[in-house]
C-alpha cells in the first residue's frame, strides 16, 4: 500500500527540513508531494536540497493559500490512503503506520486523527493533552455535539489521513474558507462517515509566534468564517437546542474574541475593533458576554444529545 504525504509550503523555515526528514523515516511505502507557494524565505531550497526520489515537488503559478496549495498536493497524489501533514510538524516513528492500520480495521471511516503531543519553537515537548477521552470512533450524533461545543477535533491538519474514496464522496477543501477550511471539510466529511480518533501519540505540533493563528490579523478573519460555517450548525439543531449550543459556545469562544478585539482597540485600532465586534455580536450577542444570563438559563446548558460519558470533551 503507497500512502502520500500531501506536504504544502508557504515560508516555512526555520522547521521545515525537520519536517521532510521525519515524514522520510517513515517505515512505511510512501511518496511525499511538496507544494510551495511562493515562499520568499528558502523554503524551496530546503525541499530542493533533499534528493530521495519519494519527493515530488510542485510550485504554484500564484498563492494559492493553504487549502488551495493542499488542494494541489491531493490532486497530484498517487496513494491511498493520504496524509495531510504541516511544514512546522515532526512525525514521530510509526505515525504513517499507526494511522493507515485504525483506517484498515474501520474500512467504512472518512478519515482518522491522531494524538500529538506539543513542542515549542526548539522542539521542546510541552504536553500531552490527557482530558480527552474521545473514544475511537465518533459516529454523527457524537460528532455534531463535539464540534457545536469546542470546534475542531483533530488539533492540526498533520493529524488527519484520509481515504481517496472520502474526497470522491465529499469533496477537497474549501479554499473560500482560507482559516476553517479544516473544520468546514470535517463537518462535511462527518455527515456521511463515520471518524476515527488514533490515541497512539506518534506525531508533534509545533506552537510559535509565526504560526497563521497566532497572527494579529487571524482574529477577525476566522470570525468571519464562524459567522459562515454558523449555518451548517444551524441546519442541523432545532432552534431551542441551538440557543443552548450557542450560549455554552459564548462562554469560551466568544469571550476569546471579545478579548483580542479589546487588544486590538486599545492599540488604536477602532474601526478594525468596531467591525469585528459587530461580527461578534451577530455570532454571540453581547449581552452574553458580558455576563448577562439568557432567561430561564443556568450554567452552561448542555443541548438534549449527551455525548457519551466517555466523551466529555473533543
Known sequence: MLITVAL???????????????????DVDLELIISDDGSTD?????????????????????????FGNLNRCISEAKGDPIQVFSQDDVMLPGYLAS????????PDAGLVYGRPQSIDEQGRMLGIDESDVTPERIEWPLYLWISSHYGNLPASISSIMIPR???????????????AGDLEFYNRVAERFPILRNADVRHAVRTHQLMTSALPTSGARYLREELRLADWYRRHWSEPELKKVRHFRAQMRGRYHLGWIRRLAMRGHVIQAARALRDLNRLYPLRWLIGLPLPGARGLDRPSIPPPKTAAAG
Do not use: M
Open 8 to 26: 504544502p509550503i508557504y515560508n516555512g523555515n526555520p522547521y521545515l527540513q525537520t519536517a521532510i526528514a521525519s515524514i522520510l523515516a517513515q
Open 42 to 66: 528558502g523554503s524551496l531550497e530546503v525541499a530542493r536540497g533533499f534528493t530521495d526520489s519519494r519527493i515530488r515537488l510542485l510550485q504554484n503559478d500564484r498563492n494559492r493559500g493553504i
Open 99 to 106: 494511522q493507515a492500520a485504525l483506517l484498515a480495521k474501520h
Open 165 to 179: 474514496r472520502t474526497f470522491d464522496a465529499v469533496g477537497l477543501f474549501d479554499p473560500a474558507y482560507p482559516l
